[in-house]
């Protein structure tokens, strides 16, 4: 599937905080290389931010990451406490915010951290989204 759609994030195999720290590396290193192999066949992948796992080991400061933004029943505050600590952690140099529609109200906090944030659909009709117009603007 991603080979056809040109433009994916990178698998995101669940970690919860409480799993053990050598299931969270396991399952980050999982997704790098899956998404290496997507990448050495043309594949334009974004990594996904996964907390307490390991996977910035992955990926270059100053990247582009996708992000799901937190569930509606989610501690929104918690939420954006993580991700302000893995954009340091990371070097993160943009945020690609999915998810739930009204993400949109959290692009301010991102201004605010000193990260670009993008809130958009990764895979869209007629085959663009993020990394698509990213590429088209180079």
């Given at each position: 599937?991603?080979?056809?759609?040109?433009?994916?994030?990178?698998?995101?195999?669940?970690?919860w905080v409480d799993d053990p720290p050598e299931w969270r590396r396991f399952q980050a290193w999982r997704s790098a290389v899956v998404a290496g192999y997507w990448q050495a066949?043309?594949?334009?992948?974004?990594p996904v931010v996964s907390f307490g796992s390991g996977c910035e080991r992955f990926v270059?400061?100053?990247?582009?990451w996708a992000v799901r933004a937190p569930g509606r029943a989610a501690d929104v505050a918690?939420?954006?406490?993580?991700?302000?600590?893995?954009?340091?952690?990371?070097?993160?140099?943009?945020l690609v915010l999915f998810g739930v529609t009204g993400a949109a109200r959290l692009?301010?906090?991102?201004?605010a951290c000193g990260v670009p944030v993008e809130v958009r659909a990764l895979c869209v009709r007629g085959g663009r989204g993020a990394v698509a117009d990213e590429r088209q603007a180079a």
């Open positions: 599937m991603a080979l056809a759609a040109g433009v994916c994030t990178a698998p995101d195999f669940t970690v066949n043309g594949v334009d992948v974004l270059r400061p100053g990247s582009t918690r939420w954006v406490e993580r991700v302000e600590g893995f954009v340091e952690l990371a070097g993160v140099g943009r692009v301010f906090w991102g201004e």
